[in-house]
């Protein structure tokens, strides 16, 4: 018996050494990337490097560089970089916590109890993405919204807040419609890793009397670290391309104070329609999007292990 | 009745041949009947749907070999979509377009120049400066014009009156306008004083240039002062000292004030001539208590003097066409028909022709009204021509964040002037 597993062995090393790199196998879904992916990318690319407005019918020229050293000394795409980090990460710090919070408050609520509080959090995640601009939107009205209806009545406020109107209030009062729509997709992702922790592992810590805190702090929060980093790095991803609840509520402003990136390269590509310096702004907003993929992507890879 | 396979076959042939026959007859007519795709938001918008569709049926029924097929693509849009499809090679035939947008599209060269198919007859019928900016460097015309809308300073008589001002005397200068919104402020508190657009968008720059041009700041073009001039920072400090005073409500586009306007909550609104169609249409007023309430005037003058936007629609024919004569023949009839001036250009889209004679008596009494009459005696004569084309479009994102950061920040003026200038196009 050991014999004939140690031959196979042997007989199997060499045959994985053999294997090609590259099997034919996958050359159909390497044919579709490279259109689909590849094409876009490298075109994108090859922009970047031309002065090329859609309104000029004549070919483009090549600039070289020459695009990247404007953007270098482009103040509006450092602010619209600033804003999308502070969109970004600080949309996904506070909706992870928010779900955070919310799992382990609701955690152990079970029954018909627990499906209705589940259902009734996991609601904004269900509600598109412009329809929740627009209601924060009309919610965040100088006059006539009710969030300053209520905060008046309430007497907190003695003049209506110019929420999406002030150059200092309009990006934090567009990352709370961000947040209130993507905290729901972190508590459903929490709630998930909570039910799997093993039972074993909860009884144990209660034998050795563990206290709340300490269960959430030495037992919970280990095992809740690697889905917490890779749906993080998922969302960074995903609200790095937000669009459509910015330029729904502001449109980038007031001023620049709510332009980030996509914007930034909407504005150039399809106002401006300068495709060229467009592009310039595009393949470095891509390869930052990169380094966010290969992060996901190495998480991932340390979760398996 | 069908007696055996044999006539069952023949008959099966008969009716085989008589349907390739009349699928040739409906083949042969389908050829000969002429398509026109016509892009316009006109079929996009609620209020003047109904109103372009039934020109086009009219103008189908009177051209039975022309199908017209109607492409609704949003105001803000259309200036986009119009441009990357004649960059594929896909326009459509005419397209109804306006201001900045207009001269952006001309300067693709990839619209039909019309000059030889205005007839001696049309131009001369055609209003004094309506074609203003509608030509390229070459004196040839790229856009014909549909019909003229600028705007004017309209003033809500009974809001005027119980804030203690005299309503058939609205406010001719800066100072005077600021008396007067500090007075209804303080009179009626959830009145929105003046409303103006404040949005980052071109329309927004050409709505704000008169205001601009009202303390003598020409930010771009030609005899351009720049962002940094003293006439410049005086708008923007009146731009903040109004903001801050609660006169004004940024960052709304000027069609969110027309429900409000019509709900009478706004005092003054500096809106095109459609205004009055609108807000008639969302209120339910007649005319004559329509009148009653509201009055139009120039604008209040600050350092320098009134002027006005044309916020009027134009037509473009694409060099792509196939079938320019039909394409013409449907621009003209938008732009000079009787019909179609009656059923959309003074009534839907409440704006005034670009000719001078309709030729039609009940008509002339229409453009006789109040309001038209005061547009075309009072306002249109304060007609300046902006500096449109792409750097126009550049200047914009620039000039109205900076109109933005001082109104809804606390940013030094000076600073926010510099960064204007930054900004703009060199």
Known sequence: MTADVITTNARARPRARREPWLDWMVLPTLIVMAVVVGYPVVYTILLSVQDYNLLDFTPANYVGAQNYAKLAADSVFWQSLLNTAIYTFGSVGIAALLGLVLALLTENLGGARFRAVRTLLLMPWAVPFVVVAFLFRYMYLQNGGIINAVLLWAGIINDPVPWLNSAMLALPAVMVANIWAMAPFFFLLVSAALSAIPNEVIESARVDRAGTWGMIWHIKLPFLRNPLLISSLLMVISNFNDFAKIWAMTQGGPGYSTSTLVIYVYRLAFESFEFGYASAVGVIWLVMLMALAWLYMRALRMEKR | ?426
Do not use: C
Request: charged residues 20%.
């Open chain 2, 1 to 426: 009745m069908i007696r055996n396979r044999k006539s069952v076959l023949k008959l099966l042939a008969a009716v085989s041949v008589a349907g390739i026959a009349a699928g040739m007859a409906v083949t042969a007519s389908a050829q000969e009947k002429i398509t026109i795709t016509f892009a316009n938001w006109a079929a996009a918008e609620g209020t003047t749907k109904p109103g372009i569709e039934k020109v086009i049926a009219d103008f189908e029924a009177a051209n039975p070999d022309i199908d017209i097929v109607s492409e609704a693509i949003s105001f803000s849009e259309i200036a986009r979509q119009l441009v990357l499809r004649a960059r594929s090679g896909n326009p459509p035939d005419v397209a109804q377009i306006a201001g900045n947008d207009t001269v952006l599209l001309g300067s693709t060269g990839a619209l039909e120049p019309l000059d030889s198919y205005v007839s001696d007859e049309l131009a001369a019928n055609l209003k004094s400066g309506a074609d203003a900016g509608l030509r390229d460097k070459d004196g040839s015309l790229f856009a014909f014009p549909w019909n003229q809308s600028p705007a004017g300073f309209w003033y809500n008589k009974k809001i005027m009156e119980q804030a203690g001002l005299d309503p058939e005397n609205p406010p001719r200068t800066i100072d005077e306008l600021n008396e007067a919104l500090a007075a209804i402020k303080s009179s009626q508190p959830d009145v929105i004083p003046l409303a103006i657009d404040t949005t980052n968008r071109p329309f927004a720059l050409s709505s704000n240039w008169p205001w601009m041009q009202s303390f003598g700041a020409v930010p771009v073009g030609e005899g351009a002062t720049g962002a940094e001039s003293e006439e410049m920072t005086a708008y923007l400090n009146w731009m903040r000292e109004i903001a801050q005073a609660g006169y004004i409500d940024p960052g709304r586009r000027i069609g969110e004030f027309r429900p409000l306007a019509a709900q009478g909550n706004v005092a003054f609104i500096w809106d095109q001539v459609l205004l009055k169609g609108v807000m008639q249409a969302a209120s339910g007023m007649s005319d004559e208590e329509f009148y009653e309430t509201w009055g139009v005037t120039t604008l209040p003058v600050g350092g320098g003097k009134a002027t006005t936007f044309e916020g009027g629609h134009q037509l473009i024919m694409f060099s792509a066409s196939k079938n320019k004569e039909a394409a013409w023949k449907f621009i003209e009839y938008l732009a000079t028909s009787p019909d179609a001036i009656a059923n959309y250009t003074t009534s839907v889209n409440s704006s005034l022709p670009s000719i001078k004679s309709t030729g039609n008596a009940e008509l002339d009494e229409v453009l006789s009204a109040p309001v038209f009459k005061a547009f075309s005696e009072e306002i249109i004569p304060t007609l300046a021509p902006q500096p449109y084309g792409p750097e126009f479009a550049a200047a914009a994102t620039a000039v109205m964040a900076g109109v933005q950061e001082a109104v809804t920040g606390t940013k030094p003026i000076d600073e926010i002037a510099a960064s204007i200038q930054q900004q703009l196009p060199q």
